[in-house]
């Protein structure tokens, strides 16, 4: 599976810039995107730790084309993220884990990360009525993060996103947007410990458009 999504999100890298060098891909627009997530939740509900999300990505947005009522744009959105996580159970830190007593100290003591990720987003769009449009996004990227917890070591990670929300024109070439997600955060097993987390948002952002 891991080496799967490598390749997945290697050809997603690889194709964008192929295109770009083509002169296929122009940006369409810019925007910027906030997004708050949690990993306790409606979906998932792990009672063992806390871990909240403030995310901020900068985007650009590229046509891909369009077929019959539908349209898809590519997403490059570099991003930063603050993280707080804080261990709750300190029995998820085992006895025969190398220095589970400091390990369970520095877990269960609330922190704040930050991570660090460049992520590909496959948007499809399709207008409901005049001005309002539904939009679907998959997102793929890879980041680092700067602290280590009782699920997820320091360091290299992969983030994957999926968004359902909505567009509005607010002006000729501004758009308001909306919606709610589903992320993970892990390595794909590169580095233990990787339960990686799981988390339900929201998010709001404002783009514009260039042409």
Same mark, same amino acid.
Do not use: C, W
């Given at each position: 599976?891991?080496?799967?999504?490598?390749? !997945?999100?290697?050809?997603?890298?690889?194709?964008?810039?192929?295109?770009?060098?083509?002169?296929?891909?122009?940006?369409?627009? $810019?925007?910027?995107?906030?997004? =708050?997530?949690?990993?306790?939740?409606?979906?998932?509900?792990? /009672?063992?730790?806390?871990?909240?999300? =403030?995310?901020?990505?900068?985007?650009?947005?590229?046509?891909? %084309?369009?077929?019959?009522?539908? @349209?898809?744009?590519?997403?490059?959105?570099? &991003?930063? &993220? !603050?993280?707080?996580?804080?261990? $709750? =159970?300190?029995?998820?830190?085992?006895?025969?884990?190398? =220095?589970? &007593?400091?390990?369970?100290?520095?877990?269960?003591?609330? /922190?704040?990360?930050?991570?660090?990720?460049?992520?590909? %987003?496959?948007?499809?769009?399709?207008?409901?009525?005049?001005?309002?449009?539904?939009?679907?996004?998959?997102?793929?990227?890879?980041?680092? $993060?700067?602290?280590?917890?009782?699920?997820?070591?320091? #360091?290299?990670?992969?983030?994957?996103? #999926?968004?359902?929300?909505?567009?509005?024109?607010?002006?000729?070439?501004?758009?308001?947007?909306?919606?709610?997600?589903?992320?993970?955060? @892990?390595?794909?097993?590169? &580095?233990?410990?990787?339960?990686?987390?799981?988390?339900? %948002?929201?998010?709001?952002?404002?783009?514009?458009?260039?042409?």
């Amino acid at each position: 599976m891991k080496y799967l999504l490598i390749v !997945v999100v290697f050809s997603s890298f690889l194709s964008a810039a192929q295109a770009s060098k083509k002169g296929i891909l122009n940006i369409k627009k $810019i925007g910027f995107l906030y997004n =708050n997530a949690q990993s306790n939740n409606f979906i998932f509900d792990d /009672k063992d730790f806390t871990y909240t999300t =403030n995310t901020y990505k900068i985007q650009a947005f590229y046509n891909l %084309g369009s077929l019959k009522s539908l @349209s898809f744009d590519l997403i490059v959105q570099p &991003q930063y &993220q !603050v993280l707080e996580h804080q261990l $709750i =159970n300190e029995q998820f830190v085992l006895p025969s884990e190398e =220095n589970y &007593q400091e390990k369970r100290t520095e877990f269960t003591t609330p /922190k704040t990360m930050h991570l660090y990720a460049f992520e590909l %987003g496959f948007l499809i769009k399709k207008t409901l009525v005049k001005k309002l449009d539904f939009l679907v996004t998959i997102g793929l990227g890879l980041g680092a $993060i700067d602290s280590r917890t009782e699920r997820l070591a320091k #360091g290299f990670t992969f983030i994957e996103n #999926g968004s359902l929300g909505v567009s509005y024109k607010i002006t000729k070439k501004t758009f308001l947007y909306l919606g709610s997600n589903v992320g993970h955060v @892990s390595n794909l097993d590169f &580095q233990r410990p990787n339960a990686g987390f799981s988390i339900v %948002g929201f998010e709001a952002g404002v783009s514009y458009v260039l042409k």
